[in-house]
């Protein structure tokens, strides 16, 4: 069984960092694209990053270059995001994805939550 | 390619036929899937590739559409459909439309 198990999460204030960490199992890690998607409270669904099998390509939406970066291990079978010089706008609750071939996200962590607030 | 569903909220009696739109500014290729969040859970897939229908996903769930038009259909509504559904298309971006909230009368 496919699972994704994201943590990491929490209350930060703005222009400060937050690493985010997604244990996966049940699947060869290293065979897929991963991704992480956020939705803000209340709102819809807006794609963050992605990152190659081998972690040698990555690919951020606008709002986050230069701010997020997003890597793997392999060897763990663990996706992380690094957010630095967080914006109250980056509030959200964030999940980690199974990234299907560059297209579909086939399968989700449960979310986790983090919260920019001074 | 910016997505717009609608309608943005629908409801519908259990046995219902329902039927959920989901228009692109520009031609998606087929290159469209659709998501299930239920509330305060993770999305999850039901179709990709415009019909394609997700492994354990029920088949009261289909999809239809080309070009810039797309479409999920619940052939009969079943109760624990109540959710919010998101299309997505991948053909150029990567972008998720802005959700039909589906509540069960």
Same mark, same amino acid.
């Given at each position: 069984e496919v699972q994704l198990v994201e %943590?990491? =999460? =929490?209350?930060?204030?703005?222009?400060?960092? @937050?690493? @985010? %960490?997604?244990a996966a199992s049940g699947f060869t890690f290293s065979n897929y694209g991963m991704a992480w998607v956020c939705q803000a409270p209340t709102k819809g669904l807006e794609w963050v990053a992605s990152i190659s099998t =081998? =972690?040698?390509?990555?690919?951020y939406r606008d709002s986050v270059k230069g701010r997020f970066t997003i890597s793997r291990d392999n060897a763990k079978n663990t996706l992380y995001l690094q957010m630095d010089s967080l914006r109250s706008e980056d509030t959200a609750t964030y999940y980690c994805a199974r990234h299907r071939e560059w297209s579909y996200f086939d399968y989700w962590g449960q979310g986790v939550m983090v919260t920019v607030s001074s | 390619i910016q997505l717009t569903q609608s309608p943005s909220l629908l409801s519908a009696s259990v046995g219902d036929r329902v039927t959920l739109s989901c228009k692109g500014s520009q031609n998606i290729n087929n290159y469209l899937a659709w998501y299930q969040q239920k509330l305060g859970e993770a999305p999850k897939l039901l179709i990709y590739k415009t019909n394609s229908l997700q492994t354990g996903i029920p088949s009261r769930f289909s999809g239809s559409g080309s070009g810039t038009d797309y479409t999920l259909t619940i052939s009969s509504l079943h109760s624990e459909d109540l959710a919010t559904y998101y299309c997505y298309q991948y053909n150029n971006g990567l972008t998720f439309g802005s959700g039909t909230k589906l509540e069960i009368k």
């Open positions: %943590s990491g =999460g =929490g209350l930060v204030q703005p222009g400060r960092s @937050l690493k @985010l %960490s997604c =081998g =972690g040698g390509n990555t690919y | -």
